[in-house]
């Protein structure tokens, strides 16, 4: 959910998107696997080859031919297959668009419910409206699935109750990458979808998962931010962990949100995290509230 204050600029661009694909970084990870990184906008991972395109996540509607010309610089054949790792607009937004182009869209169950009704994100202010028929996924899964393509093995995980209610990670088996969508905001505090089944113990619970997955030479995207290690993906889960134990003491001693967010809890966290878009005010009252309803 990282294109807020940018949104303006998107619009701006749209006029001019044949020339403007060049703010989109790709950065080769291993073989035929790519990760594209936009200024706004979740990042997004292909793999390409001999079987065709397959993208992890489509990125904000509005950019999709921005996209579409990246992807295709890689490598000129259509996208056949898309994995959406939740269903917010920063991730499938470009659902419709390559659906229409016969694209097939792949998510959980709940990513489906999700995107076939309206849904409201409060904190963001933010109204998605169903999509047509076209940007629905037509392949749903309720724990996981595995792809063989291109020449990889791809296991998708479904992780309950974490970002939101419909989270998927992608583990590539032979080359060592984990993409981890929105279960990881890399250099900064997470939004974390609570009124939509997300949590924040979820989240750490899922970061668990992964550290199972990982050993010191896998590569992990993240939803938002640059690429991490096993080591920071260990420090970032102690962090959400110890964020969530001050919480969860604040709580038990009868503390009032305003009381806990006056209280600093992320103080010691804040200069490498607290100046992303979610402040470290916002990232105590989304645990606060979260916390608060176990
Ligand atoms: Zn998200």
Redesign the pocket.
Known sequence: ?KHFPLIMLTLFFIPFSAHAQNDVKITPLKNNIHMLVSPQG?NIVTSTGEDGTFIIDDQLGGRSEIIEAAVKSINDQDIKFILNT?Y?F??SGGNEFFGAKNALIVAHDNVRKRLSTRQFITYFKREMLPLSKAGLPTLTFAHDMTFHYNGSSINIIHIPAA??DGDAVAHFTDENIIVA??LIFNGMYP?I?IEHGGSVMGIIAGLDVLLTLADDKTVIVP?HGPLMNKSGLQTYRQTLATIAEHIKSAIKDGKTREQTIAAKPTQEFDATLGKGFIGPDAFVSFLYDDLSRI
Do not use: E, I, K
């Open positions: 959910m979740g939740h917010h920063d991730h970002h939101t969508g929105d939004f979808d939803g």
